[in-house]
Protein backbone atom coordinates (compact mmCIF):
# COMPACT_ATOMS: atom_id res chain seq x y z
CA UNK A 1 0.00 0.00 0.00
CA UNK A 2 1.24 3.50 -1.31
CA UNK A 3 -0.50 6.81 -0.02
CA UNK A 4 0.38 9.90 -1.71
CA UNK A 5 -0.61 13.05 0.28
CA UNK A 6 -0.60 16.84 -1.47
CA UNK A 7 -2.48 19.94 -1.35
CA UNK A 8 -0.80 21.65 1.40
CA UNK A 9 1.49 24.91 1.19
CA UNK A 10 0.80 28.29 2.70
CA UNK A 11 -2.60 30.23 3.58
CA UNK A 12 -3.32 33.04 5.76
CA UNK A 13 -5.56 32.53 9.22
CA UNK A 14 -9.07 32.43 8.08
CA UNK A 15 -8.11 30.48 4.62
CA UNK A 16 -9.14 27.26 3.37
CA UNK A 17 -6.86 24.05 1.83
CA UNK A 18 -8.01 20.64 0.54
CA UNK A 19 -5.47 17.97 1.20
CA UNK A 20 -5.45 14.91 -0.92
CA UNK A 21 -4.21 11.32 0.24
CA UNK A 22 -4.11 8.96 -2.73
CA UNK A 23 -3.92 5.31 -2.28
CA UNK A 24 -2.53 2.82 -4.24
CA UNK A 25 -1.48 -0.81 -4.05
CA UNK A 26 -3.65 -3.50 -2.37
CA UNK A 27 -6.19 -1.34 -0.17
CA UNK A 28 -9.84 -1.79 -0.29
CA UNK A 29 -12.58 0.93 0.77
CA UNK A 30 -12.98 -0.96 3.51
CA UNK A 31 -9.85 0.44 5.60
CA UNK A 32 -10.06 3.16 8.35
CA UNK A 33 -7.98 6.03 6.48
CA UNK A 34 -6.77 8.25 8.86
CA UNK A 35 -5.09 12.10 8.82
CA UNK A 36 -2.58 12.98 11.96
CA UNK A 37 -0.30 16.19 11.82
CA UNK A 38 2.94 16.95 13.82
CA UNK A 39 3.46 20.72 14.76
CA UNK A 40 7.41 21.49 14.95
CA UNK A 41 8.46 20.46 18.74
CA UNK A 42 5.19 18.98 19.34
CA UNK A 43 4.04 15.03 19.18
CA UNK A 44 2.20 13.76 16.24
CA UNK A 45 -1.76 14.12 16.85
CA UNK A 46 -4.89 12.33 15.68
CA UNK A 47 -6.45 14.46 12.95
CA UNK A 48 -9.85 13.53 11.42
CA UNK A 49 -10.45 9.37 10.32
CA UNK A 50 -13.07 7.44 7.91
CA UNK A 51 -13.76 4.45 7.88
CA UNK A 52 -16.71 2.38 5.96
CA UNK A 53 -19.86 0.67 7.43
CA UNK A 54 -22.83 -1.12 5.61
CA UNK A 55 -24.82 2.18 5.74
CA UNK A 56 -22.01 3.99 4.77
CA UNK A 57 -19.02 6.01 5.30
CA UNK A 58 -18.33 6.92 9.34
CA UNK A 59 -15.54 9.14 10.30
CA UNK A 60 -14.57 10.81 13.56
CA UNK A 61 -12.31 14.10 14.17
CA UNK A 62 -10.58 15.55 17.10
CA UNK A 63 -12.80 18.07 18.82
CA UNK A 64 -10.45 20.77 19.00
CA UNK A 65 -11.03 21.13 14.91
CA UNK A 66 -14.12 19.50 14.05
CA UNK A 67 -16.37 22.55 13.45
CA UNK A 68 -14.02 23.72 10.49
CA UNK A 69 -11.96 20.12 9.54
CA UNK A 70 -14.27 17.42 7.30
CA UNK A 71 -12.87 14.13 6.12
CA UNK A 72 -14.28 12.62 3.12
CA UNK A 73 -13.19 9.63 0.61
CA UNK A 74 -13.84 9.42 -3.08
CA UNK A 75 -13.60 5.31 -3.35
CA UNK A 76 -13.64 5.35 -7.03
CA UNK A 77 -10.39 7.39 -7.14
CA UNK A 78 -8.99 5.69 -4.30
CA UNK A 79 -8.86 9.09 -2.80
CA UNK A 80 -9.59 10.42 0.97
CA UNK A 81 -9.54 14.35 1.49
CA UNK A 82 -9.17 16.63 4.08
CA UNK A 83 -10.87 19.86 3.95
CA UNK A 84 -9.61 22.16 6.31
CA UNK A 85 -11.55 25.73 6.94
CA UNK A 86 -11.11 29.03 8.93
CA UNK A 87 -7.58 27.97 9.77
CA UNK A 88 -5.34 29.15 12.47
CA UNK A 89 -1.79 30.01 13.42
CA UNK A 90 -1.55 26.37 15.79
CA UNK A 91 -2.85 24.28 12.30
CA UNK A 92 0.49 24.69 10.99
CA UNK A 93 2.06 21.47 10.87
CA UNK A 94 2.85 18.40 8.69
CA UNK A 95 0.03 16.51 7.75
CA UNK A 96 0.32 12.64 7.09
CA UNK A 97 -2.11 10.38 5.85
CA UNK A 98 -2.52 6.72 7.27
CA UNK A 99 -4.40 3.38 6.44
CA UNK A 100 -4.46 0.42 8.58
CA UNK A 101 -6.71 -2.66 7.71
CA UNK A 102 -9.61 -2.76 9.94
CA UNK A 103 -9.69 -6.43 10.29
CA UNK A 104 -13.08 -7.42 12.48
CA UNK A 105 -12.92 -4.07 13.97
CA UNK A 106 -15.43 -1.50 13.57
CA UNK A 107 -14.07 1.03 15.78
CA UNK A 108 -11.86 4.00 13.94
CA UNK A 109 -8.56 4.10 15.09
CA UNK A 110 -7.66 7.64 16.75
CA UNK A 111 -4.41 6.52 17.80
CA UNK A 112 -1.16 6.41 15.52
CA UNK A 113 0.18 2.85 16.41
CA UNK A 114 -2.86 1.31 14.92
CA UNK A 115 -2.11 2.73 11.38
CA UNK A 116 0.10 0.70 9.22
CA UNK A 117 0.38 2.42 6.59
CA UNK A 118 2.02 5.93 6.40
CA UNK A 119 1.86 8.74 3.27
CA UNK A 120 5.09 11.05 3.25
CA UNK A 121 3.39 14.40 4.95
CA UNK A 122 2.47 17.51 3.41
CA UNK A 123 3.23 20.71 5.16
CA UNK A 124 0.64 23.08 5.96
CA UNK A 125 1.72 27.09 7.10
CA UNK A 126 -0.43 28.98 8.46
CA UNK A 127 0.16 32.87 8.28
CA UNK A 128 -0.88 35.86 10.26
Known amino acids: VQLQASGGGLVQAGGSLRLSCAAS????????MGWFRQAPGKEREFVAA??????????TVYETVKARFTISRDNAKNTVYLQMNSLKLEDTAVYYCAASNPGSSRVIPRVDYRYTYWGQGTLVTVSS
Open 25 to 32: GRISSSYF
Open 50 to 59: IGWSRWGDIS
